[in-house]
């Protein structure tokens, strides 16, 4: 007889810390918070970093565009070696490595130094690469989109509360007669000690697989398949890679800039631009799971060809939104202005990730690969025009808002269809690697798999 207790689970208890895949599930989603608290938990001190390094904004720029980009190279190791060392070591050592460059950023003392820090912090982006596998491990095929839905949603969060919680770290140790230049590098070991007290509860209290760790199962890697390099010629593929570029892209970067743009376009203070920059990374709570419920509904009656265009009008809102914030002449203009494009952006998120799985359902790990990393590619080019000094920030969101509604145009003009004649990829292609370097989706079939 199965034992029920070792194997995938088929409901989602959303507030059960009963059994291995549950446990396993919400120490992944929070350990993927706490990266993403340390990835970019500088952003918010940036105003005080720039005044005591004396950094030009060429130079900001520059590790804006550090912090992602080394994401894109640790995102392709990192999913190896999910599959040959398990995500309860990989992660572990990830949390491990990273920790350092985060605590010790304070010992930087020059924009070169500064610089190669917040390029080794990046590295801690790659993190959701093991969320994201970790939890397809514990879920079903009927709740596997749910599980990584919730599961990043609510992981992205960090990039919120890190944007609001790191300018009161801050003023605390200021008021403890700490000089700002000293204060802002005492506050990254906060997020430092993080991590390395999700390293040890990761280890220590997850599994890697519901029957236990590889080397508890004597797990073999699986052989590695033949890729089918034809799926780079399906314009379909890049069409959606360049719709996360703008999507995604664009979230990654305003986490980065939106601080210093309310700093400097609206006189606030680091603790107030902070705020305001964190409720843009709260959305993530629900706007993600609204694009996938949507897509789905979408496409119970109009198919993929449904989904593509709700994804180019989520695109098309996204691009007039971040016009709309350029222009705004008030900070409540600008705030709600930000409210309305991060509602689009992050269903756009979830959106790309309703339909990037039913591209090609033999090769879902590489489409799905290549769709993640036009997001940080986005993320990384955005970058360089936040670093222009012929450009100021409200032009470069201009800028920007125009190539989303050209995206947008773009994706409209693609004609989305499902490969093998069906809109539902297979379990096993939905498991594992399969989602390992997406984003996550969500389903709305998949909502009556919660269980409250």
């Known amino acids: 007889m199965t034992n029920l207790t070792n194997q995938p689970l088929q409901k989602l208890k959303i507030f059960s810390l009963s059994g291995i895949q549950m446990r396993t599930f919400h120490i992944s989603w929070l350990t993927f918070f706490v990266c993403f608290f340390g990835w970019f938990g500088l952003a918010p001190l940036m105003p005080t970093i720039r005044a005591d390094l004396g950094l030009t904004k060429a130079q900001v720029g ?6 992602v980009s080394a994401t894109i190279f640790a995102r392709l190791l990192i999913g190896k070696l999910c599959d040959s060392w398990g995500p309860r070591k990989t992660y572990t050592t990830l949390l491990v490595i990273g920790s350092f460059p985060v605590m010790l950023v304070g010992l930087a003392h020059s924009y070169e130094t500064f610089l190669l820090f917040r390029l080794a912090i990046g590295v801690i982006g790659a993190s959701f690469v093991i969320t994201q596998f970790h939890t397809s491990v514990m879920f079903g095929a009927k709740v596997k989109g749910t599980a990584n839905a919730v599961a990043g ?14 300018p009161v770290i801050f003023a605390v140790i200021v008021g403890f007669g700490y000089t700002s230049a000293q204060a802002w590098r005492y506050a990254m070991v906060f997020p430092g000690a993080m991590l390395l007290i ?11 697989t519901p029957q236990g760790n590889y080397d508890e199962i004597n797990y073999q890697k699986k052989a590695a398949t033949k890729t089918d390099w034809r799926i780079l010629a399906d314009w379909r593929v890049w069409s959606l890679a360049l719709a996360y570029a703008v999507c995604f892209g664009m979230e990654i970067t305003f986490d980065g800039v939106a601080a210093l743009h309310f700093t400097d376009t609206f006189s606030l203070s680091q603790g107030s631009a902070g705020f305001w920059a964190g409720i843009f990374g709260f959305m993530n709570l629900f706007a993600r799971a609204i694009g996938g419920i949507a897509a789905d509904k979408v496409n119970t009656k ?3 060809r449904g989904k593509g265009i709700l994804l180019a009008g989520l695109l098309l809102l996204e691009g007039i ?4 914030f350029s222009y705004a002449g008030s900070l409540e203009m600008a705030i709600i202005s930000m409210l309305g494009f991060a509602m689009f952006l992050k269903m756009a998120n979830g959106t790309t990730y309703a339909i990037t799985p039913f591209i090609n359902e033999k090769n879902v790990g590489m489409v799905s690969g290549i769709v993640g990393a036009g997001g940080n590619v986005g993320g990384m080019l955005f970058g360089f025009l936040f ?13 920007i808002g125009y190539v989303v509604i050209a995206v947008a145009g773009i994706v409209l003009l693609t004609r989305f269809t499902a490969s093998g004649g069906g809109l539902r990829a297979s379990s096993d292609e939905l498991s594992g690697n399969g989602l390992s370097s997406s984003e996550p989706r969500a389903s709305v079939s998949n909502l009556n798999a919660i269980e409250n």
């Open 62 to 67: 520059n590790t804006i565009i550090a912090a």
């Open 387 to 399: 670093k222009s000094e012929s450009i100021t920030y409200v032009e470069a969101f201009q800028y």
């Open 302 to 304: 109009y198919g993929m």
């Open 321 to 324: 939104g971040i016009i709309l």
């Open 198 to 208: 999700m390293a040890f509860v990761y280890y220590n209290y997850t599994k890697d």
């Open 153 to 166: 949603g609510w992981g992205n969060l960090g990039g919120g509360v890190t944007n609001m919680l790191m």
